[in-house]
């Protein structure tokens, strides 16, 4: 009997509703099916992929279509080519040349486990396309491949405890659960309550969004193997802290667009190593939402939202090779297996529009659906797992009206020269710093004196001795909102080298139209700042006007204008990369052209100790940008439309703190810090 299709699972597809999305999905995956038997071997003429990357899509679909419609053909291909896995040499189930064969012994990777997961679904589901000789091979296979070599990993200390450890895990315990290894379930439960503990406790996750969704690919693939295989051995109630990732992925959400090269997709906030067009993958959002749905109700509601919002109506994928990987998370088996039991939908109407995470993300728009949207990325003062960050804390991503105005790079392929570019800090919407008083006059790719900012710094591990401490990234001063005004405050001076020490910055959201950045910069030294703000020019539709202290940006029917309120000098522009989704070979679809981000930059006017400055960010429609005007007096700074007089806000600066008031709507918050 199989583990991840009962027979009741099994019926529910096979009596569903014509016309609803579990019939279109699954018609999508018969077909996709259809076509993939008529190749010889994993890889076909649509892939993309190096055979690692794509066997478990490829398979696990192939064997959930064979159990529904058990067609002589797509069975033919599924067991000729688990045999021809099975039958791979050590060095193949260790991973691509890249990876690390020097081990003795040898130890599995993240190529490992999906082909752990992919001879494991074949087996479950379709057993009997295998002969009792062929069944003893490749129960050989599990415990020595798949499960040895992914146990190795684990064993192997000391050892980083991040996503890795998850997917290898998962490694050992889906073959366990399908052999029915009782043994290897327990030994390894205290490593899988481990893995759960690396979300923090608000479902936020120190790597990035689109890892936290890795994570869980592995993670969501333990519990359902425990729940099906071993119930009384894994309480769900260790699920909490990852069923809130649904809560977390809902503010990073931003909206499904059509999008020139892809088909209707989904857009995120993609800080660090994340996509652009990254959306939760739908197995994992609906095992929040029928799996977790006793352990987490609101959560798993706003899962099925987000599944619903990301997902359908459903339509033939752009890519099909990338999704098990996590490269452009999509559609799994596990979506007709929970679908007809996942709960009801639930919109984050009834969320707070603002909220910071405990992973130093701050989100804050006007209005759930609303004009605009700010997301932040801040500093964290815990992190249970710490991957994948660029130099990028106290960097800003802006979306008006459907238009996304300041961006973030993403990540390309990994091994290429790009990727070691788009991940410092003079790519990303935030500061770095020179000590040279004429280095604002040299070109925009050589900065002598440079003093980038240096990310996350430590990593956790676990060894003989036990689990290191978090990790600590900056300092977090504070998260405000009172349902017009959104305020977020970090310090990241202590992810820079000498002598910097502090840079606080303050991002205010005022309603839709407005954004107030307020930078304080403390040295031991003297040090010249440097502004970096990355526009998207992804489509070739940017257009820009630079001026000395502002520059004016239009996108579509929409504008931004940024004030410059420190006297520096502008250059611009940089032809910078902005990716939309990683591909693990370069020059794939997803790879950001040169010139697909327009970068500009603000150096500061002169060397000093200490700087305070001051921009701000109008928000409008193509035409209106037009009437939007700053002016500076003293340490007052004032953001108006000449064509709306309601439209009108003064920043003033003070020994403590900063006040900011809306002259015509009566509105005044008042900030603390050391100005």
């Known amino acids: 009997m199989s583990i991840f299709l009962c027979e009741s699972e099994l019926e529910a597809i096979k009596n569903r509703k014509r016309n609803t999305p579990l019939d279109d999905l699954l018609w999508l995956f018969l077909n996709k099916s259809k076509e993939r038997q008529s190749q010889t071997g994993l890889v076909n003429l649509s892939s993309t992929q190096d055979w ?86 490749i129960e050989t296979c599990l415990i020595e491949r798949a499960i040895g070599l992914c146990q190795n990993y684990c064993d192997t200390l000391p050892r980083k405890i991040n996503n890795w450890y998850c997917i290898l895990l998962a490694g050992v315990i889906v073959p366990a659960a399908v052999l029915g290894r009782q043994d290897i379930l327990e030994d390894n439960l205290e490593r899988v309550k481990l893995c759960f503990s690396l979300f923090q406790e608000d479902g936020s996750y120190g790597e990035s969004a689109q890892y936290a969704n ?46 020139s090269g892809w088909g209707h997709v989904s857009r995120s906030f993609n800080f660090g190593d994340s996509a652009a067009i990254f959306a939760p993958s739908a197995d994992i959002l609906l095992h929040m939402a029928a799996t977790l749905k006793e352990v987490d109700p609101e959560s798993a ?85 710490v991957a994948h960050s660029h130099g990028d804390i106290n960097s800003l991503i802006v979306t008006h009206r459907g238009e996304r105005f300041l961006v973030d790079p993403g990540h390309s392929c990994y ?95 005022c309603g839709a139209q407005v954004i107030y950045i307020v930078d304080r910069i403390v040295a031991d030294e003297p040090v010249t700042p440097l502004w970096t703000w990355v526009l998207n020019n992804r489509d070739g539709k940017l257009e820009v006007n630079p001026l000395k202290d502002r520059l004016v940006a239009r996108r579509g029917s929409a504008g931004m204008k940024i004030f410059h309120g420190g006297g520096g000098c502008l250059s611009g522009p940089q032809y910078g990369y902005m990716h939309d989704a990683y591909h693990p070979l ?84 008042c900030f603390g810090s050391k100005f």
């Open 214 to 259: 890795y994570a869980l690919q592995g993670l969501f693939l333990i519990t359902e193997a425990y729940k099906r295989s071993a119930p009384l051995l894994l309480d769900l109630q260790h699920c909490a802290s990852y069923a809130k990732a649904a809560r977390f992925w809902v503010y990073n959400h931003i909206h499904r667009k059509n999008l």
């Open 415 to 509: 091994r290429g020269l790009v990727h070691l570019q788009e991940i410092v800090s003079l790519h990303h919407n935030t500061c770095s710093f020179i000590q040279n008083s004429k280095a604002h006059r040299t070109s925009l790719d050589s900065f002598p004196g440079l003093i980038p900012q240096n990310g996350a710094s430590g990593i956790r591990k676990i060894s003989k001795d036990g689990l290191s401490d978090t990790v600590k990234r900056g300092k977090t001063l504070g998260f405000f909102d009172d349902g017009f005004i959104s305020h977020c405050a970090n310090d990241a001076g202590e992810l820079y080298d000498a002598p910097l020490d502090v840079f606080e910055r303050h991002i205010i959201l």
């Open 52 to 137: 690692w990357h794509l066997a478990f899509e490829y398979i696990s679909e192939s064997a959930l279509s064979y159990r529904i419609k058990e067609d002589e053909g797509l069975g033919a291909w599924i067991r000729s080519t688990v045999l021809a896995i099975v039958r791979r040499p050590v060095c193949d189930w260790v991973g691509p040349t890249f990876r690390d064969h020097t081990l003795d012994p040898p130890a599995g990777n993240l190529e490992t486990a999906h082909l752990s997961w992919s001879v494991s679904f074949a087996y479950d589901l379709c057993p009997s396309l295998f002969t009792p000789e062929e069944q003893k091979e």
């Open 586 to 669: 370069p020059g794939e679809k997803g790879e950001g052209l040169q010139g697909s981000a327009h970068l500009y930059r603000w150096t500061g006017s002169e060397s000093r100790k200490e700087h305070t400055v001051v921009h701000a960010i109008a928000l409008g429609g193509y035409g209106e940008i037009a009437s939007w005007h700053y002016e500076t007096t003293g340490k007052e700074y004032t953001l108006y439309s000449l064509s709306d007089n309601t439209k009108h806000w003064t920043l003033s600066l003070e020994q403590d703190g900063f006040t900011l008031c809306g002259k015509k709507t009566g509105r005044s918050v």
């Open 301 to 385: 509601s706003l899962a099925k939202w987000l599944f619903e919002e990301a997902y359908l109506p459903v339509e033939q994928p752009m890519v099909d090779d990338r999704s098990s990987f996590g490269f452009v998370p999509g559609i799994g088996i596990f979506t007709l297996i929970l679908l007809p039991r996942s709960c009801e939908a639930r919109g984050p109407e009834q969320l707070e529009r603002s909220r910071s995470f405990e992973n130093g993300y701050t989100y804050m728009r006007d209005c759930w659906g609303g004009d605009s949207s700010v997301a932040v990325a801040g500093c964290a003062k815990s992190l249970n797992t």
